[in-house]
């Protein structure tokens, strides 16, 4: 990735570091990860749960637990402005109206004793300084705007009066509501049934669309991502492995680890063949293996990986012309790609 | 009056609806309606407590208590409060090992006298020495605590662990008669009750205490079944054949029994203040049992005079109800990890 | 709502015969009502025969508990020790106790909450730690030396507050003593709050709240803290029963003529009446004020709905 300052980026996270403090001693959640994302165009964040891709996403919000989290390093331009430097009150500035985030649990997210309605004209009290009864009016709208039915009849119920589906939608509009220019989604379809996920992707995709944001979308599901994301950034064990646009990843992966995500899908085509799994478990933080983390688990690993970390490789694409944003640590990319 | 209330709450929290403070029907509306969703877990980090392969079942006792042991060891509010406690209960049953004097002797030339060499806590109303008599205090004041949370931490946990176990109309009568007891104020109903059963001796205040603590004890066990039942290791166990009996006391009566060594633990403080209350308004303990709450019920009409008379005893009260009450809250905090 | 009200009720009335008949047990079969109606005197076989037969004392127990509660119902609570109704005693005395609860819930919930939130806020700190501890020191020390020492310090000696209530026992005077009445469940109140903030604190729905770009103090009073009270107001039904009961020692330390002070001099004087007629009301007020915690319940969490 590319080191100039670029006030055209929309996001631009460089060597982000964050460690957690806790009483079994200090852990790398983040160690060193750059990523970023234009407007308009969608970033996927891949990952197993503990690679610290939610952890990121949670720093570059600024809504981590501190403790036991701290952000140690790194930088997190926003439009060109380091939002790690910013004072407290610019920062609550910029959450909620410049960048937004949708998760996972919208039914432990939402909050149980306010109604759908107060939460969402709360986003215009707030940073708008609307009255009751215009952010009232302009919730209706929203809910109108994420397919909610029956949007002026719901506006005083509560979360737990809808489905999950509905509730998720209701996330989004929160989101939406004061039109930011970035949204994180974590995990936004994990918790919902899988005839919902595919309605509620697509209206993140639309709502991206329609309102040029860029999206930052956090997932474990590689399914997911096929259908929306521009770029993909493959993280494990609080690193990014492995960077690249969307059908380069699919095509021709560079890291043995987003191979074995790859090949650990079910395809219809190999129906019969016993599916792929990724030996052993991923990394407590607290131990984290010497050299290349991933050498526990991989089929490829030599003795080098063992002592020596691998830094992020440029890879080149099929063309053999060096790729913007195309990379790998891993020490046999070359090997891996031509697999 | 002291009642361990926050510990019946917070232990409730994680515990079956029924056994909540408030009506049974509103806590199960809730539990209802959040069992809908994926399980609410604390956000805790996830590699603080990894799978441990040695470990057995989540949540199985050995993990539990040796984690809680580990804890306790190194918090110093157990370690201060057990030694309180150790010595509190020596001097209970060897009270002339630290006071060699005699309780019941006094001097009335010496009456309301200040401290003096030998005497460090001066002399009380009839001119017996103050400091002998709190020594001596300490065995009425624990032995009821011991011999009441005893009592009905078994009692309670007996009844409401078959109640939880069982269900049914047992467990619904059960609820009923522990409703009808807390009905009852325990302070009014320990006057009412010791103002007829004129004995003056440790045994009834001890009865009564059991009489009346039981129900909290038994909600609590009753709610801590309950939810152990739920668990997929007790199905397990149920739908591989095990008996009625053995799942109970193999599988269930282990994994519930913390909350109630919690809420027993803290109970025990509460019940020493109570019996010393119980006393404070003369139909407790009465002389010529030596008790802390005698002592101050009658310095206190001459605390202007003699300080000293009222402050040594109620120091040794509030000295000991605190031990307890902060062991019960180490050991909550070691057997809670939620609360951490 | 008004089926789950009702529901409630007819729920509360085997508690209540269940309560009242053990009082009445304790009061009626352990105790003797006529012996004690003549203090130390011995009295006269026939005299005493003659009584027992007017309180329908030569029958059954059960029998004489229905007989009572008929005669409660039609108003009747019996004589005093000194002539007065019993009823009379109560119109005068629960007024005086119930300003005095009020004095006290107030100051539990104001200062408990406040405390609970700031120390829950800032877990693990210095404030936090030192207010644990000083509710575990409150907790451990018994309102009836609480009490006294309270009542010698600011009463007496700097003369703050007066030593002792007048009979008419207004606010002014009741300030000290409700104070003293509620400090153990101030420690409560606050452990509960610091307990209840501490576990809402990391729930999602704050963390929402965070990335919505609210400033503290709205996610702290309008998203927290609704949350964190729930538990709190159902310690609050509960406790109101406790500290009316529990003012028996507060009003004797005071001086107050209230429902402990009455219900002291009818155990005393081993005032049957008195006694069992001041002991069902509270179980009364006991009930209906669990009764009304849980319809507030209803109204601070909209995920309960009573059918």
């Known amino acids: 990735m590319t080191q100039a300052p670029d006030v055209t980026r929309l996001l631009d996270v460089r060597d982000l570091r964050v460690e957690f403090r806790t009483r079994d001693g200090v852990a790398e959640a983040v160690g060193g990860v750059s990523y970023g994302v234009d407007a308009g165009r ?92 215009d952010a009232r009016a302009r919730a209706v709208e929203l809910m109108d705007r994420v397919r909610i039915p029956a949007a002026k009849a719901r506006v005083n119920d ?36 899988v005839t919902v996920q595919a309605q509620v992707m697509d209206l993140l995709d639309e709502l991206r669309r329609e309102y040029a944001m860029g999206l930052i979308l956090i997932t474990h599901d590689l399914g997911v991502v096929a259908d929306v994301a521009d770029e993909i950034a493959v993280m ?79 890879v080149p694409d099929a063309t053999d012309t060096v790729a913007p944003g195309r990379a790998s640590a891993c020490h046999f990319w070359k090997d891996e790609l031509d697999a | 009056m002291p009642e361990p209330f926050e510990t019946h709450l917070d232990m409730t929290e994680a515990l079956a609806p029924a056994a909540g403070g408030g009506g049974p029907v509103a806590a199960s509306g809730a539990d209802t309606l959040q069992g809908g969703g994926p399980p609410r877990t604390p956000r805790r980090l996830p590699w603080r407590r990894p799978f441990r392969p040695g470990g057995g079942l989540p949540g199985s006792s050995r993990g539990l208590w040796s984690d809680a042991w580990h804890d306790l060891r190194r918090n110093p509010v157990f370690i201060v409060s057990a030694l ?54 300490a065995r009425a004041s624990i032995t009821v605590g011991i011999c009441a949370t005893a009592g009905a ?36 109903g320990g006057l009412v009750f010791l103002s007829v059963v004129t004995s003056g001796s440790v045994w009834p205040v001890v009865g009564f205490i059991v009489l009346l603590g039981w129900p909290q004890i038994s909600r609590i066990a009753r709610g801590s079944v309950v939810t152990v039942k739920q668990h997929d290791y007790v199905q397990a166990a149920r739908a591989l054949g095990a008996s009625s009996g053995r799942t109970l006391l193999r599988h269930i009566a282990p994994n519930a029994v913390a909350p109630v060594i919690v809420v027993a633990t803290i109970a025990l403080g509460t019940y020493i203040a109570l019996e010393a209350t119980l006393s404070f308004l003369g139909v407790g303990l009465k002389p010529p049992t030596v008790s802390w709450g005698i002592d101050i019920s009658s310095a206190s009409s001459q605390i202007r005079n003699a300080p000293h008379m009222l402050l040594w005893p109620a120091g040794a009260l509030s000295l000991t109800v605190l031990a307890f009450i902060m062991l019960g809250d180490a050991v909550r905090d070691a057997l809670d990890p939620k609360l951490r | 709502m008004g089926r789950y009200v009702l529901r409630r009720l007819l729920q509360m009335i085997p508690v ?77 005395a629960f007024p005086v106790t119930l300003r005095l609860t009020v ?59 007066p030593p002792s209530v007048s009979p008419e026992a207004p606010f002014t005077q009741l300030l000290l003593p409700g104070v003293v009445l509620g400090l153990v469940s101030l420690a409560y109140t606050t452990r509960l709050t610091r307990t209840s903030v501490v576990e809402n604190a990391r729930a999602d729905y704050v963390r929402t709240a965070v990335a919505k770009g609210l400033p503290r103090h709205r996610i702290v009073t309008r998203h927290l803290l609704r949350n964190s009270l729930i538990p709190v107001v159902t310690f609050l ?71």
């Not at chain 1, 690193?239 to 095509?251: C, G, K, N, S």
């Not at chain 2, 509190?88 to 309301?112: E, F, M, R």
């Not at chain 2, 078994?154 to 807390?182: E, Y």
């Open chain 1, 42 to 133: 969608t970033l996927a964040v891949l990952g197993e749960s503990g690679s610290g891709k939610s952890v990121t996403a949670q720093a570059v919000m600024g809504i981590l637990d501190s403790p036991p989290a701290f952000v140690t390093g790194g930088q997190v331009l926003f439009r060109g402005r380091d939002l790690l430097t910013m004072s407290p009150r610019e920062r609550r500035s910029v959450r909620g109206a410049a960048m937004a985030m949708i998760f996972q649990d919208a039914l432990s997210a939402l909050n149980p004793v306010l109604t759908v309605g107060a939460q969402l004209a709360e986003m215009y009290e707030v940073h708008r300084g609307m009255s009751r009864k």
């Open chain 1, 158 to 193: 509560y979360p737990h009066q809808f489905s999950g589906g509905m509730r998720q939608r209701i996330m989004i509009a929160m989101a939406i509501a004061l039109e930011p220019e970035l949204i994180i989604a974590d995990e936004p379809t994990t918790a919902l049934d």
């Open chain 1, 236 to 314: 494990y064990a609080g690193r990014i492995v492995e960077t690249a646009p969307v059908r380069e990843l699919y095509r021709r992966p560079a890291h043995p680890y987003t191979r074995g995500l790859l090949d650990s899908i079910p395809r219809v085509d190999h129906k019969g063949k016993e599916l792929y799994a990724i030996k052993g478990l991923p990394p407590s933080l607290l131990t984290v293996p010497t050299g290349c983390p991933f050498h526990p688990r991989c089929p490829r690993a030599q003795d080098i990986c063992r002592t020596e970390r691998p830094p992020l490789y440029e």
């Open chain 2, 84 to 137: 309180v406690i150790l010595f509190l209960v020596t001097v209970a049953i060897w009270p002339q090992l630290i006071a060699d004097g005699n309780p019941y002797q006094g001097d009335l030339s010496k009456a309301q006298e200040g401290p003096a060499p030998g005497h460090p806590f001066g002399y009380d109303l009839q001119g017996r020495d103050v400091y002998t008599r709190t020594v001596y205090g």
């Open chain 2, 153 to 188: 931490a078994l009692l309670g946990s007996v009844l409401g662990g078959l109640a939880g176990f069982f269900g049914g109309w047992w467990d619904a009568l059960l609820s009923r008669l522990a409703d009808v007891f807390f009905g009852i104020p325990i302070l009014l």
């Open chain 3, 16 to 92: 209540f015969i269940g309560s009242t008949f053990l009082i009445f047990f304790m009061v009626y079969a352990l105790g003797d009502p006529v012996a004690a109606l003549f203090g130390d005197k011995a009295p006269d076989p026939a005299t005493a025969a003659r009584i027992r037969k007017d309180l329908y004392l030569d029958e059954p127990l059960w029998s004489q508990y229905v007989h009572y509660m008929g005669q409660v119902f039609s108003g009747d609570f019996g004589t005093a020790f000194n002539g007065q109704p019993v009823t009379e005693l109560m119109t005068g």
């Open chain 3, 103 to 161: 004095v006290a819930v107030v100051f539990e919930m104001a200062l408990g909450v406040t405390l609970g939130v700031l120390s829950g806020l800032r877990r693990g700190r210095g404030l936090d730690t030192s207010v644990l501890l000083l509710t575990l020191v409150v907790v451990a020390i018994p309102t009836f030396v609480s009490g006294t020492v309270l009542q010698f310090l600011v009463g007496v000696r700097w003369g703050l507050a």
């Open chain 3, 237 to 307: 039904g509960i406790d109101i029963g406790a500290l009316m009961g529990g003012a028996i020692v507060t009003e004797r330390i005071f001086n107050i003529h209230g429902v402990g002070y009455q219900l002291y001099q009818g155990i005393l004087r081993q005032n049957s009446p008195t006694v069992v007629g001041f002991v069902t009301i509270l179980v009364i007020v006991f009930l209906l004020a669990n009764l009304l915690v849980d319809l507030l319940y209803a109204v601070l969490d909209p995920r309960i709905r009573y059918a």
